[in-house]
């Protein structure tokens, strides 16, 4: 058996050979920051493209829906839980961070539970539990709700911004400037939903899916799998990251989404709005829908001056060629999401590949 | 984000709850979505739920990859919340 760094040289060698021009995309903020760090990009050919997709949470979300949540933290008597990463996520006007700094109740948690557990202890506020993330986040949400409904809190809700990856990946297959001919599928929103999903795309676009991990060896393997695939007039969905990947995907996290959210349109920052990609309440369990609870009416997308997070999400620029990008808009002072974020594009191309001083912008 | 952190269940608890260790620190996940997890299985968390049981070695590289992608100057530490 030959050494790790031997096996990765050749399953390099063997992708190097492909002389046809490819695009594959990634649609997870955590292949984002691995193959940033690992430098994969400089060690490919120039025909071979790597190009990041929608696969933060954090930056594929609406301005219009930002704007929303900031103007409810803002609300007296509400108590904002959310993760950590959307704290610095610019508004139109402002921030969580800021609004907090203003004087609203905003806190960060870990776990969706954290606000359960607020709302206990503070029955006379209104606990809103920011819910941001796809598939992997989104059934820790179902359950909470669930938990809030036997246990009679009426003083909690779920601002779901949530949404599922499948159906932006067929508007990413489906868009008439791009040419994406495989897709590096994301390793922990699949222990969620499984390989089926990625089967009926490859049905309906014949084009291969490769659930792949998060080591270098993973991403060169996934990579590799689906040039072969590529090689051999082939487009089917497989799991390199087998290791923790269930084909059937996650059966009870599967039922509990599907007990408590329905599938409702969403806009996605740089794409619009996808029929059936966001995830709102049942019926049964729309006294936990924020939105109702506070009649907020969906907000128009204001445009960021300058800001290209749009086209990044999509692939259709890199982070370097955004006018912006480590000029105006850097990790300290970042001007879109993508550079908030620690697993968006820009963050991790800046983190990795900064850019180079003499360049002039 | 959408990487899990690995942790081995110490104990299974009531309401659904399991005590883990997560690189030294202990912790209560919610073992709601993989309720068949035993004690001394490693599980893959996320926002404070076990996800998946997956096997010691899986877990311990998984770790070893998280501690290198967060040791840049963005990323506040392992426990970092996100919502990916």
Excluded at chain 1, 215 to 231: F, P, S, W
Excluded at chain 2, 62 to 67: D, N, P, S
Aim: proline share 7%.
């Amino acid at each position: 058996m030959s050494s790790q760094p031997e096996y990765l040289s050749r399953l390099l060698d063997e992708i190097v050979k492909e002389e046809r021009e490819i695009a594959l995309m990634e649609v997870c903020g955590t292949h984002t920051m691995a193959i940033a760090k690992s430098g994969l990009r400089a060690l490919l050919p120039h025909n071979l493209k790597l190009l990041s997709g929608p696969g933060c949470p954090v930056c594929v979300t609406a301005q219009g829906d930002i704007d929303a949540v900031i103007e409810l933290a803002q609300k007296p008597g509400v108590i904002m839980v959310t993760f950590g990463d959307m704290m610095r996520v610019p508004g139109t006007t402002s921030s969580l961070q800021e609004a907090r700094s203003q004087g609203a109740d905003i806190r960060v948690a870990y776990s969706p539970l954290d606000a359960l557990a607020i709302a206990q202890r503070n029955p006379d506020k209104e606990v809103v539990f920011l819910g941001i993330g796809f598939e992997t986040t989104a059934p820790a949400v179902a359950i909470c709700a669930d938990q809030a409904r036997v246990q009679g809190l009426s003083n909690f809700s779920v601002f779901s911004l949530h949404k599922v990856v499948p159906p932006a990946l067929e508007v990413i297959f489906s868009m008439p400037d791009m040419k994406i001919d495989g897709l590096i599928c994301p390793g922990h929103v699949s222990v969620v939903i499984g390989l089926e999903p990625y089967i009926k795309l490859v049905e309906e676009y014949h084009r291969p899916c490769v659930v792949t991990g998060f080591e270098t060896q993973d991403i060169l393997e996934g990579i590799y799998m689906l040039i072969k695939q590529i090689r051999q007039g082939e487009a089917k969905a497989e799991i390199q990251y087998q290791r923790v990947v269930k084909s059937a995907g996650n059966p009870v996290a599967q039922q509990i989404l599907e007990e408590v959210f329905q599938p409702s349109d969403a806009r996605w920052r740089g794409i619009g709005n996808i029929p059936e990609s966001g995830l709102e309440f049942r019926p049964e369990y729309q006294a936990f829908d924020a939105r109702k609870r506070f009649n907020i009416a969906d907000r128009e997308d204001i445009p960021i001056k300058g800001c290209a997070c749009g086209e990044v999400l999509t692939g259709k620029i890199t982070p370097q060629d955004c006018a912006l990008f480590g000029r105006a808009c850097t990790p300290l002072k970042p001007i879109g999401p993508c550079m908030v974020s620690h697993e968006g594009a820009c963050a991790a191309y800046y983190r990795y590949s900064p850019p180079t001083p003499s360049k002039k912008g | 984000m959408c990487l899990g952190v690995p942790g081995k269940i110490l104990a299974i608890k009531e309401n659904g709850l399991a005590l883990v260790d997560v690189d030294g620190n202990q912790m209560d996940v919610s073992i709601r979505l993989t309720p068949e997890v035993e004690i001394n299985q490693y599980v893959l968390i996320h926002a404070g739920f076990a996800m998946e049981i997956m096997d010691e070695e899986v877990a311990r590289e998984t770790m070893q990859l998280i501690k290198e992608l967060e040791n840049n100057e963005f990323a506040t530490g392992v426990f970092e919340p996100s919502a990916g």
